[in-house]
């Protein structure tokens, strides 16, 4: 139970000399319980607020009981307790007393305290207790007695009046008869102090909703913009810790030593943390601790952000009650002296932690799940936006840097008329496909977050029905796998033009494999009536290459085959060994494994064939749904495992189809097992 002040500590001092009507000491034949009863409605239906009404109710009855001291105190368990106080006169500015008693002694149990309202229940006797420790430690004089009611409302206690004296008191039954008989209309004014503070409360909420849909709108703004991507970041941090009140926000980006580093419970990666956007309330505050601050640390100086790495899945959250270990001790960027209220919101993208949203308070602060909800959408939608940015950017710095190699080739090779024209062709051609490829990059990764916004949009709409939820849901989950399967591609090629792994070689039964391969997409292939037939070797035929690899050359390329093949055709699947002897010292064979998958379709063009295995390259004419990657990963797959693949087509007589044929030659075993 929390205790909330409806007044100002002066209106106790000034109560005696404010006096809205005017009240005579109770005599037994001038005043009866109803017309004291009638007195305190009056308040209820006069008062202009729930402060002064229980400041008002608090003086009536202090007065008619003659007692020091009356205290109201609600006690409703869906609101925070409100409470009032009034005190005689005489009883103001004393100096603290030594004598006054721990409030954790005034239990029911003790002869100070009784009780005007019997039979008690279990609730009646703990309510009371808890009222008491919240209304009387404020008093600077030893409580002697006390007579105190429980108010109940709606079957419901709602709270309790106290009645004090500050000498010892043996309570009458006239008093306690009287104090029953305004039990209920001061019943009704507590439960009108607690439907006051309902509604204030509804409306807070509803002010931190409109702020939090302007957060969203902002945002939403901020990701269909042109900024650079650290001015975005610094726009949507200030924004954020704006809407949310707090005091200080940081995002702040993570540099891994190792780039294909991923999030795991055991380990803690070597990163360097660096500061892209700040904001606080007093950011223009010269000399300030923080501004003295480096803006980059290590990983391994900040527990706090270690702590991100083994709590998986959780949002870090510490305040002043948080023990803190030696191990989670945050580094000083965090001014945690300032700032002992932190919230850390990890920005994490298919497992791996790019960086953190960092909210903090001067105070203590509880986080309301609709606040973390609201910071979550916020780190997921910065997520999204700083891995576009990197891929984009990682484009545009490879094609950046073809360009300069081919300029200063130009300028090594100038006297040469013919060798320079053949550079300045080659230099257009490319800033051509740069165009085209950044285009293309563009319109796949805008695709599908258009269709989700869209999809967001529409599950908004009032009256939507749960037949068009579940529809717009299914998009936003399939625009979402497009999303995630299109730069989980791109990484891979990225991974695989950079050669920087070695193949992880292993021994396979290349019939058993390619079987299996093919029961895996018997679905795709029956579906447009294709049937495949097999064309392998009798004998058994070992193949030491990357099983991973393998598998998913085959994958794109029965992909490939079902999309492009005419209904109701036939698909070859041909596979054979083959021994060239080399004229070396040693006069071993060159073992190959070739195969061939040939299908029925549209015919290729020399042209087309130049480019069909490069990144968003497509015939002319070809309108089959697709990301453009299938064919440029198969080719890097392939070069991955030290092979080649080549592409013929072959025009049917008296057809408009022509014959497919997807030629993959692969080493069977690698250099180093050459004599196996």
Same mark, same amino acid.
């Given at each position: 139970?929390?205790?909330?002040?409806?007044s100002?500590?002066?209106?106790?001092?000034?109560?005696?000399?404010?006096?809205?009507?005017q009240?005579?000491?109770?005599?037994?034949?001038?005043?009866?319980?109803?017309?004291?009863?009638?007195?305190?409605?009056?308040?209820?239906?006069?008062?202009?607020?729930?402060?002064?009404?229980?400041?008002?109710?608090?003086?009536?009855?202090?007065?008619?009981?003659?007692?020091?001291?009356?205290?109201?105190?609600?006690?409703d368990?869906?609101?925070?307790?409100?409470?009032?106080n009034?005190?005689?006169?005489?009883?103001?500015?004393?100096p603290?007393?030594?004598?006054?008693?721990?409030?954790?002694?005034?239990?029911?149990?003790?002869?100070?305290?009784?009780?005007?309202?019997?039979?008690?229940?279990?609730?009646?006797?703990?309510?009371?207790?808890?009222?008491l420790?919240?209304?009387?430690q404020?008093?600077?004089?030893?409580?002697?007695?006390?007579?105190?009611?429980?108010?109940?409302?709606?079957?419901?206690?709602?709270?309790?009046i106290?009645?004090?004296?500050?000498?010892?008191?043996?309570?009458?039954?006239?008093?306690?008869?009287?104090?029953?008989?305004?039990?209920?209309?001061?019943?009704?004014?507590?439960?009108?102090?607690?439907?006051?503070?309902?509604i204030?409360?509804?409306?807070?909420?509803?002010?931190?909703?409109?702020?939090?849909?302007?957060?969203?709108?902002?945002?939403?703004?901020?990701?269909?913009?042109?900024?650079?991507?650290?001015?975005?970041?610094?726009?949507?941090?200030?924004?954020?810790a704006?809407?949310?009140e707090?005091?200080?926000?940081?995002?702040?980006?993570?540099?891994?030593?190792?780039?294909?580093?991923?999030?795991?419970?055991?380990?803690?990666?070597?990163?360097?943390?660096?500061?892209?956007?700040?904001?606080?309330?007093?950011?223009?505050?010269?000399?300030?601790?923080?501004?003295?601050?480096?803006?980059?640390?290590?990983?391994?100086?900040?527990?706090?952000?270690?702590?991100?790495?083994t709590?998986?899945?959780?949002?870090?959250?510490?305040?002043?009650?948080?023990?803190?270990?030696?191990?989670?001790? &945050?580094?000083?960027?965090?001014?945690?002296?300032?700032f002992?209220?932190?919230?850390?919101? &990890?920005?994490?993208?298919?497992?791996?932690?790019?960086?953190?949203?960092?909210?903090?308070?001067?105070?203590?602060?509880?986080?309301?799940?609709?606040?973390?909800?609201?910071?979550?959408?916020?780190?997921?939608?910065?997520?999204?936006?700083?891995?576009?940015?990197?891929?984009l950017?990682?484009?545009?710095n490879?094609?950046?840097?073809?360009?300069?190699?081919?300029?200063?080739?130009?300028?090594v090779?100038a006297?040469?008329?013919?060798?320079?024209?053949?550079?300045?062709e080659?230099?257009?051609?490319?800033?051509?496909?740069?165009d085209?490829?950044?285009?293309?990059?563009?319109?796949?990764?805008?695709?599908?977050?258009?269709?989700?916004?869209?999809?967001?949009?529409?599950?908004?709409?009032?009256?939507?029905s749960?037949?068009?939820?579940?529809?717009?849901?299914?998009?936003?989950?399939?625009?979402?796998?497009?999303?995630?399967?299109?730069i989980?591609?791109?990484?891979?090629?990225?991974?695989?033009?950079?050669?920087?792994?070695?193949?992880?070689?292993?021994?396979?039964?290349?019939?058993?494999?390619?079987?299996?391969?093919?029961?895996?997409?018997?679905?795709?292939?029956?579906?447009?009536?294709?049937?495949?037939?097999?064309?392998?070797?009798?004998? &058994?035929?070992?193949?030491?290459?990357?099983?991973?690899s393998?598998?998913?050359?085959f994958?794109e390329?029965?992909?490939?085959?079902?999309?492009?093949?005419?209904?109701?055709?036939?698909?070859?699947?041909?596979?054979?060994?083959?021994?060239?002897?080399?004229?070396d010292?040693?006069?071993?064979?060159?073992?190959?494994?070739?195969i061939?998958?040939?299908?029925?379709?549209?015919?290729?063009?020399?042209?087309?064939?130049?480019?069909?295995?490069?990144?968003?390259?497509?015939?002319?004419?070809?309108?089959?749904p697709?990301?453009?990657?299938g064919?440029?990963?198969?080719?890097?797959?392939?070069?991955?495992?030290?092979?080649?693949?080549?592409?013929?087509?072959?025009?049917?007589?008296?057809?408009?189809?022509?014959?497919?044929?997807?030629?993959?030659?692969?080493?069977?075993?690698?250099?180093?097992?050459?004599?196996?």
């Amino acid at each position: 139970m929390k205790k909330h002040l409806l007044s100002p500590p002066q209106y106790v001092n000034n109560v005696e000399q404010r006096q809205p009507y005017q009240v005579k000491p109770m005599q037994p034949q001038e005043k009866t319980a109803h017309a004291l009863a009638q007195s305190i409605n009056y308040i209820i239906a006069n008062s202009t607020t729930a402060a002064s009404m229980l400041h008002e109710i608090a003086h009536l009855l202090g007065v008619e009981f003659k007692v020091d001291c009356c205290c109201l105190v609600t006690s409703d368990g869906a609101n925070e307790s409100a409470m009032a106080n009034w005190c005689h006169a005489k009883y103001m500015g004393l100096p603290f007393s030594d004598e006054i008693l721990p409030i954790e002694q005034l239990l029911i149990s003790s002869p100070i305290v009784q009780c005007a309202a019997e039979p008690l229940t279990i609730d009646d006797i703990s309510t009371i207790q808890k009222t008491l420790i919240i209304g009387c430690q404020s008093l600077q004089i030893p409580i002697k007695s006390v007579l105190a009611i429980p108010t109940r409302f709606g079957g419901q206690n709602n709270g309790v009046i106290s009645l004090i004296k500050f000498q010892p008191y043996d309570w009458n039954e006239s008093e306690k008869e009287l104090l029953k008989a305004v039990e209920s209309s001061c019943a009704i004014a507590f439960a009108q102090v607690a439907q006051t503070q309902i509604i204030t409360t509804q409306k807070q909420s509803l002010h931190n909703s409109s702020q939090h849909q302007s957060l969203i709108k902002q945002l939403t703004i901020l990701s269909l913009s042109n900024l650079e991507l650290n001015q975005m970041l610094q726009l949507v941090i200030s924004s954020t810790a704006e809407c949310l009140e707090a005091d200080r926000g940081l995002l702040i980006l993570l540099k891994y030593t190792d780039p294909l580093f991923w999030k795991s419970q055991k380990q803690i990666p070597t990163a360097k943390a660096t500061v892209v956007g700040e904001w606080s309330k007093t950011q223009h505050t010269e000399n300030t601790e923080t501004e003295k601050l480096e803006h980059s640390f290590l990983l391994s100086d900040c527990g706090l952000c270690q702590r991100v790495f083994t709590e998986s899945g959780k949002p870090i959250m510490i305040d002043n009650s948080t023990e803190q270990k030696d191990n989670w001790k &945050p580094h000083p960027l965090f001014a945690i002296d300032e700032f002992p209220a932190t919230l850390l919101m &990890p920005l994490e993208s298919q497992g791996k932690v790019l960086g953190f949203v960092v909210l903090q308070q001067a105070v203590s602060r509880n986080w309301q799940p609709a606040e973390l909800n609201l910071v979550e959408m916020v780190c997921a939608q910065l997520s999204n936006a700083i891995i576009q940015s990197q891929t984009l950017r990682q484009v545009q710095n490879l094609v950046d840097e073809r360009t300069e190699q081919l300029k200063r080739s130009l300028e090594v090779q100038a006297k040469l008329y013919e060798r320079t024209k053949q550079y300045v062709e080659q230099l257009q051609e490319l800033n051509e496909l740069k165009d085209e490829f950044v285009s293309n990059i563009s319109d796949r990764l805008r695709y599908p977050l258009t269709n989700m916004r869209m999809s967001i949009r529409n599950l908004r709409l009032p009256g939507i029905s749960p037949e068009r939820q579940t529809r717009y849901l299914d998009i936003l989950e399939s625009e979402c796998t497009k999303e995630i399967n299109l730069i989980n591609d791109l990484l891979t090629l990225q991974k695989l033009e950079s050669h920087q792994e070695a193949p992880q070689l292993e021994a396979i039964d290349l019939s058993t494999t390619i079987n299996n391969i093919l029961n895996s997409a018997e679905k795709q292939l029956t579906d447009k009536g294709l049937v495949v037939y097999v064309d392998l070797p009798k004998e &058994p035929l070992k193949l030491q290459t990357e099983i991973e690899s393998f598998d998913r050359i085959f994958q794109e390329l029965l992909t490939n085959v079902s999309k492009y093949s005419e209904r109701n055709t036939v698909v070859h699947l041909q596979a054979t060994h083959r021994v060239e002897q080399q004229l070396d010292s040693e006069a071993l064979g060159k073992n190959q494994v070739i195969i061939k998958v040939t299908n029925t379709g549209r015919g290729i063009s020399q042209e087309e064939a130049a480019y069909i295995f490069d990144k968003f390259r497509r015939g002319k004419g070809r309108w089959t749904p697709g990301t453009g990657l299938g064919l440029a990963l198969v080719k890097s797959l392939v070069l991955h495992l030290n092979g080649a693949i080549a592409i013929e087509s072959t025009p049917i007589a008296n057809s408009d189809l022509s014959e497919i044929c997807f030629t993959l030659t692969l080493p069977q075993f690698s250099v180093a097992n050459k004599a196996y």
